[in-house]
């Protein structure tokens, strides 16, 4: 069986170099395709499909964080980070937006033709559930749908990714800052009270069930069953 990989990364001879060892260690198995910047990468993937994504963080243009965010709304294809940057909030932030793992540079190429092996055969053997159930609150993370004690309820774009982000985090404390980063972006700077607002026009959209949202005074937000 031919697998499908999109290598995103800028360093050219890093591209070469992965994309001729894994087509040699995979016995011509994979189909490597690249791009080397965020622009080239969302134009392919959303033209196409893919078994797995390598994705440099640090990109020109676009970034991978921001590739990846875009990615998760309508994808769940393996994604691994491959970037220079080793702080841990960097990883647990990938981990956040949706990546599968992360791997830092320098790296061992067997060591990343290991685990893309083991990511694709897990995508492979797994039924990919796109629901998530908090309490009476249900969201499918593909169609953008959230319903309500069993009723459809409409969101706009950044209620449904903080809904998401609380329901993937249930029972979790989450403050406003994590929420700006994993919604709007790191990019962002505006005022952090734009997550209040937010919260509110989403509590109201889901009735009872808004309160389900709990307000942690001074701290952020958490969502329980």
Not at 21 to 34: A, D, L, N, T
Not at 91 to 99: A, P, R, S, V, W
Not at 199 to 219: C, D, E, N, P, V
Request: with cysteine; net charge negative; glycine share 8%.
């Amino acid at each position: 069986m031919t697998h499908r990989v999109l290598i995103v990364e800028d360093d050219p001879v890093i591209g070469q170099l992965t994309e001729d060892y894994f087509v040699s260690k995979s016995g011509g198995e994979m189909q490597i395709f690249r791009a080397e910047d965020g622009i080239s990468a969302m134009e392919m993937i959303n033209g196409n499909t893919y078994d797995l994504i390598l994705l440099d963080v640090m990109l020109p243009d676009i970034d991978g964080f921001s590739v990846c965010r875009s990615l998760r709304e309508k994808s769940s294809v393996p994604v691994i980070f491959i970037t220079a940057r080793t702080r841990e909030e960097d990883k647990l932030f990938g981990y956040d937006i949706g990546c599968d793992d992360y791997v830092t540079k320098p790296f061992s190429l067997a060591e990343l033709f290991a685990k893309s092996n083991a990511l694709m055969k897990r995508a492979a053997g797994n039924v990919v559930k796109n629901e998530l159930v908090c309490g009476s609150i249900t969201i499918d993370t593909l169609s953008h749908q959230a319903y309500s004690d069993g009723k459809e309820v409409t969101l706009a774009l950044k209620e449904f990714e903080i809904l998401r982000y609380l329901i993937k985090n249930k029972g979790q404390l989450i403050n406003r800052d994590m929420i700006l980063d994993v919604v709007w972006g790191r990019d962002f700077f505006g005022n952090d009270r734009i997550v209040d607002n937010h919260i509110r026009k989403l509590r109201k959209a889901l009735g009872a069930s808004g309160k389900q949202i709990k307000t942690i005074i001074g701290k952020g937000y958490k969502i329980t069953d």
